[in-house]
């Protein structure tokens, strides 16, 4: 993709979804990382469904850490791997209350170093919390960005390498932000919308 067509691409896509923000429903840093960590493998609408009931009965890190893991998985069983999820937020709640002062970490290896938080989860919270530049890459973003030809990357670690060197930092959070929203909406898994996609004219595989 040109220089030209990337700006372009920009432009259409600020267009299509002048407000680039999380569809997850969060008030504070905390729920911010619950959140994000529920969703790993569920979709943002699950998600949604369960916090408010959880966030209600542990309404911070000390609360969540102290919780009894069956009412925690009772609570979540709605989403994908709950037990498993339970498990670690509760884990990571402690954590965070006992080596950070409960305050979520500011730095990638901190976050990674939690239980259940890996290298997309920590770029979500650091971008949305402002920490630091960043551009998860999750199975939207990987999708849109491949048939973009913005990459050809295997892995979504190799995806998030290339759209870092195309793409100034200042551009990642809202980029990340606008691919998911045009895989959710227009460019799906089995049927992309190509004849109605704004992108088509400079999408190399749309328009072939």
């Known amino acids: 993709m040109t220089p030209r067509e990337k700006k372009r691409l ?3 896509l600020a267009t299509l979804y002048p407000e680039p923000r999380s569809e997850l ?3 504070n840093e905390y729920q911010l990382l619950i959140a994000v960590m529920l969703s790993a493998q569920c979709t943002d609408k699950k998600v949604n469904q369960v916090t408010p009931g959880l966030f209600q009965k542990y309404s911070s890190f000390k609360a969540l850490s102290k919780a009894k893991l069956p009412d925690v998985e009772n609570i979540i069983r709605p989403i994908n791997y709950f037990k ?3 498990r670690n937020i509760i884990a990571t709640a402690g954590e ?14 901190d976050l990674t170093s939690l239980p259940g938080v890996g290298r997309k989860t920590a770029n979500v919270v650091l ?6 530049h960043s551009l998860p890459v999750d199975t939207h973003v990987f999708r849109v960005a491949r048939r973009l030809g ?7 670690d190799a995806v998030e390498e290339d759209l ?11 980029l990340h932000h606008r691919l ?3 895989g959710r909406r227009v460019c799906g898994a089995r049927k992309p919308n190509c004849e109605g996609c704004a992108l088509k004219a400079i999408c190399p595989t749309g328009a072939a």
């Open 96 to 109: 965070i209350v006992s080596r950070f002062q409960g305050d979520v970490p500011k730095t990638h290896e």
């Open 10 to 12: 920009l432009a259409i």
């Open 84 to 86: 498993t999820k339970s």
């Open 180 to 182: 998911i929203f045009h």
């Open 150 to 156: 913005l990459s050809n990357g295997a892995t979504p």
């Open 25 to 27: 429903d969060f008030s």
């Open 164 to 174: 870092k060197k195309l793409f100034p930092s200042s551009e990642w959070r809202n």
């Open 127 to 132: 971008g949305e919390t402002g920490a630091a």
